[in-house]
């Protein structure tokens, strides 16, 4: 039953300004002083179609009304659902495995909101279902070590993430640089060596 009012009055596809000028209309015809209405030269018109202006005002109250409700719901739905998101973000990035940390740091050690990550990974699509990163790219680019996606940290995941969540110290000695680039994951060092040996063949 909730389709089907849904159907009749989705805001989308029914002409909801139109009907607001009839209901606008219809108000000021029926409640109208008379004083005014005879200036208008409308009280023939009320009396003989008075009846059809009634109905039209309360049909377009009727439908007024569900359309305000169901927007209503639909933006309440949607808010509850744009908080649980950032409520599974905020509890992801606060319980990083290492995996997941060694991957989002590819973002810092390559200082780009954008990376090429491997499609089948299995941190990649974990990272994905936590609304952490996302897929910016349906071209993908194949590699010796499979099929490469362009990926981006999400606005709400980026505002929140933070060095210390990464293992990434404020102040960075060699033996942490050393740790961070030991720890990355085999696919990026495996691209960083192809890239080195690409880029020394220019």
Not at 66 to 82: A, C
Request: aromatic residues 12%.
């Amino acid at each position: 039953m909730e389709k089907i009012i849904e159907k009749l009055f989705d805001i989308k596809k029914i002409p909801v300004k139109f009907f607001f000028v009839i209901w606008i209309c219809s108000l000021l015809l029926l409640f109208l002083p008379a004083k005014i209405v005879e200036k208008l030269k409308l009280d023939e018109f009320i009396a003989e179609y008075g009846k059809y202006v009634g109905l039209a005002f309360i049909f377009c109250s009727a439908f007024l009304i569900v359309t305000l409700v169901s927007f209503l719901t639909k933006r309440g739905k949607s808010k509850r659902y744009i908080k649980s998101i950032e409520e599974t973000i905020l509890k992801s990035i606060n319980n990083l495995d290492s995996h997941e940390k060694a991957l989002l740091r590819e973002f810092v050690i390559n200082g780009k909101s954008a990376l090429q990550l491997p499609f089948d990974n299995d941190t990649v699509q974990g990272l994905v279902n936590k609304h952490v990163i996302y897929q910016i790219s349906d071209t993908g680019f194949a590699y010796r070590d499979g099929m490469f996606f362009s990926y981006s940290i999400t606005g709400f995941a980026d505002d929140h993430l933070t060095n210390n969540m990464l293992d990434i110290p404020s102040d960075i000695s060699d033996a942490d640089r050393d740790r961070i680039l030991n720890s990355r994951p085999v696919w990026a060092m495996e691209r960083a060596k192809w890239d080195n040996i690409r880029n020394a063949r220019w």
